[in-house]
């Protein structure tokens, strides 16, 4: 059976090819011991209904933006031109976090969650739940289309016209050209615009959600341009750790892979980061205080 594209799978395919042809990759994995956030999770989901319990992808999240603080290049957007061997990283203001998630039947979009620096876990969580939920009622092949159709005619702007070119023609022409379904979607407030999946400062990817039982890591991530990192959060595992006073225990691991681009970032520069989640996630206190919020 042969399968042509789809819209999301064009703009997938796409970027990522871009990531690989021009991004230096080099990928690390850190082990973050989340034994303490999970009891201080389940702790406060106990005696809770279902749409007021915290999700671990949540609070993780928001323990990360404090680790990507600390580092403020992760955050960051990175210009190099090989012809002059020049370039520069601009650290961004805003951490705009761009969030891949499947919907429809095994389809995947990006959204962007913009100026999550001041976002609380409760802020965070109700902001993913409006998205799944303006997807329902969005077509989104509408919607990739025309970020698509922006994004085309942005690099006919800066002068790029092969590239320009030849997507108008995929797009229009073949057995994998683009159909859009010409129904109207619900309302502006109920859906997704371009602006809501458009490319934020930082991706970060919840692998852990598709599969809870997944007990391996990511060990590959691409990084979209001209982001400078990418992070993976894998499944919770069970794993034996060896503490200070070299004693072994079982302790809940959560795997995250970190993906940078080295003509910007060196793996010395994600210290801080490394050193921020270490030191949430034995705070009993911090993380306590987080959730409550």
């Known amino acids: 059976m042969t399968e042509y594209f789809d819209i999301s799978r064009k703009i997938i395919a796409n970027m990522t090819s871009e990531g690989w042809k021009t991004i230096p990759h080099v990928c690390i994995v850190y082990d973050a011991e989340a034994e303490l956030l999970m009891d201080v999770l389940q702790s406060y989901n106990r005696d809770r209904k279902s749409n007021e319990r915290i999700s671990f992808n949540s609070l993780i999240l928001r323990v990360l933006i404090e680790g990507i603080k600390a580092c403020p290049k992760m955050n960051g957007h990175i210009k190099f031109s090989p012809w002059l061997v020049s370039g520069k990283v601009t650290a961004l203001e805003h951490i705009d976090i761009s969030l891949p998630i499947i919907y429809g039947e095994g389809k995947m979009t990006t959204i962007n969650l913009p100026h999550m620096e001041d976002k609380s876990v409760h802020e965070i969580q109700a902001m993913i739940a409006e998205f799944r939920a303006r997807i329902e009622s969005t077509y989104m092949d509408r919607v990739l289309y025309r970020t698509g159709l922006e994004d085309t005619f942005s690099k006919l702007r800066r002068g790029n016209i092969p590239k320009a070119v030849g997507r108008l023609l995929g797009a229009k022409l073949g057995p994998g050209r683009v159909r859009i379904d010409r129904r109207r979607s619900a309302g502006s407030k109920d859906r997704l615009t371009p602006a809501n999946i458009k490319q934020g400062s930082i991706t970060v990817s919840n692998m852990g959600s598709l599969y809870k039982q997944w007990k391996g890591n990511c060990t590959i991530l691409e990084i979209i341009p001209p982001q400078l990192c990418a992070l993976a959060v894998g499944a919770v595992q069970k794993r ?54």
Do not use: C, K, Y
Not at 250 to 259: D, G, H, Q
Not at 271 to 293: A, C, H, K, N, Y
């Open 240 to 293: 034996a750790v060896v503490d200070a006073a070299d004693n072994v225990r079982a302790a809940r691991i959560v795997p995250i892979t970190i993906a940078f681009d080295h003509r910007g970032l060196d793996t010395a520069q994600l210290v801080p980061f490394m050193q921020t989640l270490d030191t949430l996630l034995r705070d009993r206190e911090w993380l306590e205080r987080e959730i409550s919020l």
